[in-house]
């Protein structure tokens, strides 16, 4: 069992930045595969950005696609999001997840391929 815990969100005004971090426990195993997600009110969570730990293929929705960034620092066994011209249908909580599974074997962008969360950060943007 992996366990997971984000930092980094807070407030930013609308076309700035923020860099979100996914410190990680547990076996490199349990972590083949990494994303971030992110959640709003009365929404079903909806992948962001996922990793292949291994490789470093990285996958991304559309709508993030050239303003956000995944990363991996695997001496320091943390996952990052690079966020940048964030807008304010960006405001959500954001969560960090992982999978005993390769990211070629998973769809990467939905929750239920996963199987370790962590307690998520929130991001806020505001015009």
């Known amino acids: 069992q992996v366990q997971l815990v984000e930092s980094g969100g807070g407030s930013v005004q609308a076309g700035g930045s923020l860099r979100l971090s996914c410190a990680a426990s547990g076996n490199t195993y349990s972590r083949r595969c990494m994303g971030w997600f992110r959640q709003t009110p009365g929404k079903e969570r909806e992948g962001v950005a996922a990793i292949d730990t291994n490789s470093g293929r990285t996958y991304y929705a559309d709508s993030v696609k050239g303003r956000f960034t995944i990363s991996q620092d695997n001496a320091k066994n943390t996952l990052y999001l690079q966020m940048n011209s964030l807008k304010v249908e960006d405001t959500a909580m954001y969560y960090c997840?992982?999978?005993?599974?390769?990211?070629?074997?998973?769809?990467?962008?939905?929750?239920?391929?996963?199987?370790?969360w962590g307690q998520g950060t929130q991001v806020t943007v505001s015009s």
């Open positions: 997840a992982a999978t005993t599974r390769w990211c070629a074997l998973i769809a990467t962008l939905r929750p239920d391929g996963y199987n370790s």
